[in-house]
């Protein structure tokens, strides 16, 4: 029977030092080696995990918190941010002083020079601040925005604009993604694609843009790292990434 397993990355292949345990490459060795498909669901770019996927041979995956699928390095699926909401977004965050990140598969750019929670957002992921450019949204496919606020500031955007989800994946930073867009959603075009059925899935997760992912395939294993709500709804809770995570966790399935 065919299986397929999804992984997320920060939290999940990376540990808290953003390094690949020796353990977990050897772990998905083992799997493809077992005739186990395997992908990767990210909230990241395509352009911020290359290196990654080329370590682990990984050709296929699911990026941007769903908007863009690629299977066997072909783009199987996209959904990008609508422009004019966009536009209305960038001068309601430009008053409000919250600085933006917009994001392709290639690039990002900011709508600032320089801000100290983009420092700190983008640090966290070992990524500088990217350059300003504060049309880079206009004509071109934007998959992907990133707003710099607080909590307590986040209602503002999330009841201002109904056609964008917001996931909050730092305490400076939210992702913002079209209404229903989730790796949940990106999972099912390519196992759509692959012919697999949803109980012949699993995924790997540690954040909150992991819970619909979780919720959705056939198993859902949390890292012991993750947040409550994913612990919540997952079918298996494994050790800690730092921990022999994933590897514990495919042991413990029979998947390796």
């Known amino acids: 029977m065919k299986k397929i397993v999804f992984f997320d990355i920060d939290g999940t292949l990376l540990d808290h030092e953003k390094s690949l345990p020796t353990s977990t490459k050897k772990a998905i ?18 352009f911020m995990f290359e290196s990654l996927c080329e370590e682990l041979e990984i050709d296929s995956f699911v990026s941007f918190n769903g908007q863009y699928v690629v299977f066997e390095n ?79 500031e986040e209602e503002f955007y999330f009841t201002g604009y109904p056609q964008f989800h917001f996931i909050r994946w730092h305490p400076n930073a939210v992702d913002i993604l079209p209404k229903g867009g989730s790796k949940a959603e990106g999972i099912k075009k390519m196992i759509h694609r692959l012919g697999f059925d949803i109980k012949d899935v699993y995924a790997f997760g540690d954040g909150l843009n992991d819970l619909e992912m979780l919720r959705e395939v056939g198993t859902g294993v949390a890292m012991g790292n993750g947040v409550p709500e994913a612990k919540e709804l997952a079918d298996f809770i494994t050790s800690d990434v730092s921990e022999d995570g994933i590897w514990n966790g495919l042991k413990e399935l029979r998947l390796i």
Do not use: W
């Open 29 to 46: 060795k083992l799997l493809k080696e077992n005739g186990v498909f395997v992908a990767i669901a990210t909230g990241r770019a395509p």
């Open 74 to 152: 072909e783009v199987i699926y996209e959904s990008c941010l609508n422009e004019a909401e966009l536009q209305r977004l960038f001068q309601d965050a430009k008053k409000n002083a919250h600085p933006l990140i917009f994001m392709n598969e290639k690039t990002m750019k900011a709508s600032v020079r320089h801000n100290a929670s983009i420092e700190r957002g983008m640090g966290s992921l070992n990524f500088p601040h990217p350059e300003k450019d504060t049309a880079f949204y206009v004509n071109r496919k934007i998959y992907q925005t990133l707003l710099f606020c607080d909590n307590q």
